[in-house]
């Protein structure tokens, strides 16, 4: 069974929003989505070195990448989770992806408008955590 690991370049500074990263992080606890945060004192093209090197399949996030509803990206996320092996979600450093030859990571986008990578981290999580209850049938997503 695969697992989902959200990777996070450095924690959150901004109080409120490191607390809905821990209250999301804390709800998906027992659903195959670990969250890790590297230091922020790694530099953009260290940390991308860092994601390049992992087993798995690695999405990047960012603005340009492929585009899905949270009913698409819950389908997604459900085919994740029955591979073999593990899939790595990758907010980016506050100064965006430097590019990488070599490097085999897809790119998804949270929305064509910028955000600072903080909150956005926090959408992610929550995109997580409502692909979980969307695959669940709960009441969470409502559209």
């Known amino acids: 069974m695969g697992r989902v690991i959200v990777h996070l370049h450095g924690s959150t500074k901004q109080k409120d929003l490191n607390r809905l990263v821990e209250m999301y992080a804390a709800r998906l606890n ?25 087993a798995g399949d690695v999405y990047l996030l960012d603005e340009g990448g492929q585009m899905e509803d949270s009913v698409a990206f819950a389908q997604r996320f459900k085919a994740w989770t029955v591979q073999t092996h593990s899939t790595h979600l990758a907010i980016g450093p506050a100064e965006g992806w430097t590019t990488k030859p070599n490097c085999a990571c897809k790119r998804l986008s949270l929305s064509p408008m910028t955000m600072p990578h903080e909150l956005a981290s926090v959408v992610l999580v929550e995109q997580v955590y409502r692909a979980t209850e969307i695959l669940r049938g709960s009441e969470y997503h409502k559209a």
Do not use: F, M
């Open 30 to 54: 027992n659903r195959g989505v670990r969250i890790e945060t590297h230091s922020n004192k790694l530099s953009p093209a260290a940390y991308l070195d860092l994601l390049c090197d992992l």
